[in-house]
């Protein structure tokens, strides 16, 4: 898991709840959001994210994946 250097919380539940990277976020649906990478390998890219915090693909749920 990625950690907030000033939080030592995940960097994504902080973008969720409106921290530092909320701004970044361009997208939210009911199971998921979508955020710019602030720094992009590429131009464009962007990381969708489920709301639900979990460790692994395979601890989500079926409509977290549909």
């Not at 998921?32 to 460790?55: A, D, E, T, W």
């Amino acid at each position: 898991m990625s950690t907030s250097a000033s939080t030592g919380s995940c960097v994504f539940c902080d973008a969720l709840a409106g921290a530092d990277a909320a701004p970044l976020v361009v997208h939210r649906a009911t199971h998921c959001y979508v955020i710019l990478n602030k720094f992009p390998y590429s131009n464009g890219h962007l990381m969708v994210v489920f709301n639900r915090h979990v460790g692994r693909l395979a601890d989500c749920r079926g409509d977290e994946l549909n």
